[in-house]
């Protein structure tokens, strides 16, 4: 493979938000694949370990048919979907979306990402710990996460600011 | 129609069922694969798979890998096509039953297996033959 393909986002991320933002995009198995492999415990990591970065971005407005053929260029089982509105968290389209489209035999030219992603994906926060997080993804059947830091370093101490821009929403506190 | 057998693949990755979970993941990893069958011993009125999915339930539940069996940990309600499907059908059996892999049989036995990440590439594929012919 050569060089990753450009996001394919209908405006470009703010720096800041494209820096904090990953996803897992070969999934929960292959991560923990990964990490189990290693040889240690889930509960001994983060999931700033296993996550991947460079997440693949979709603007909301996007054919699925370019969105798909970007999934498969880049390899990856799915894309975050810019949010909505500032200070909403990014929506998801996955493989499984995708599987849906085409079982349906919708038109892949005509119809748009924001009507077949998840609007609003469950996100996590890079310092949460790997197990915690897989037992979020098995119980909720997300084989994604996208993983959104709200964490900003403010002076010695690290502070629970919003990251600012595009997903200053950031996750659902539980 | 897309036909099944120009998506799936013909190499099968398979684990035993004596194995570890643990090893069941470094094979799935090795082989860069989201499933792998599971051999076992006394032949089965149908053949099972190990995924992804079961690797995770089992870690995010706290289970210990090492110690958990992957004849254990079973993937339920596995799917079969036969290789004369279209991409679409296999694509409505990974909808409706909720399933990311098909085992694809024929009479002699397995042929092959499709992932949804399979069905993406062939009809992505499929799409841009498509578009270009158009052009």
Redesign the interface.
């Known amino acids: 493979m050569g060089a990753p393909a450009p996001a394919l986002a209908s405006r470009p991320l703010p720096p800041a938000a494209a820096r904090m933002s990953r996803s897992l995009p070969r999934g929960a198995g292959r991560m923990v694949d990964r990490l189990i492999g290693r040889r240690r415990s889930a509960r001994d990591l983060t999931v700033r370990e296993g996550m991947s970065g460079h997440p693949l971005v979709v603007g909301r407005d996007r054919t699925m048919g370019e969105a798909t053929h970007a999934m498969v260029d880049r390899d990856v089982r799915s894309a975050l979907v810019e949010p909505a509105a500032a200070g909403s968290p990014p929506g998801i389209l996955t493989v499984r979306d995708v599987v849906r489209f085409v079982a349906e035999g919708r038109d892949p030219a005509r119809e748009r990402v924001g009507d077949h992603c998840t609007r609003e994906a469950t996100v996590v926060e890079p310092g949460s710990r790997l197990d915690q997080a897989a037992g979020l993804m098995s119980d909720h059947a997300f084989r994604h996460l996208p993983v959104v830091d709200t964490a900003r370093r403010s002076g010695s101490s690290r502070s629970a600011t919003w990251s600012g821009a595009c997903w200053s929403g950031g996750p659902r506190r539980r | 129609m897309i036909p099944i057998a120009d998506a799936m693949s013909r190499d099968i990755v398979s684990v035993g069922q004596d194995a570890s979970?643990?090893d069941g993941?470094?094979v799935?990893?090795e082989h860069e694969v989201?499933a792998a069958v599971v051999d076992t011993e006394r032949p089965r009125p149908y053949p099972r798979i190990v995924?992804?999915?079961e690797?995770?339930?089992a870690?995010?539940?706290?289970a210990d890998?090492d110690r958990v069996q992957v004849g254990e940990r079973l993937a339920k309600g596995i799917t079969f096509s036969a290789s004369g499907w279209s991409?679409?059908q296999a694509?409505?059996a990974?909808?409706?039953g909720?399933f990311?892999h098909v085992l694809v049989v024929e009479p002699d036995g397995i042929a092959g297996m499709i992932s949804?990440?399979d069905?993406?590439?062939r009809?992505?594929?499929h799409?841009?033959e498509g578009?270009e012919q158009e052009e």
């Not at chain 2, 870690?59 to 706290?62: A, E, L, S």
């Open positions: 979970l643990r993941a470094e799935l990893n989201g995924t992804e999915r690797v995770l339930a870690v995010g539940r706290g890998p991409l679409q694509a409505e990974m909808t409706k909720g990311q949804m990440r069905v993406l590439r009809w992505s594929e799409e841009r578009s």
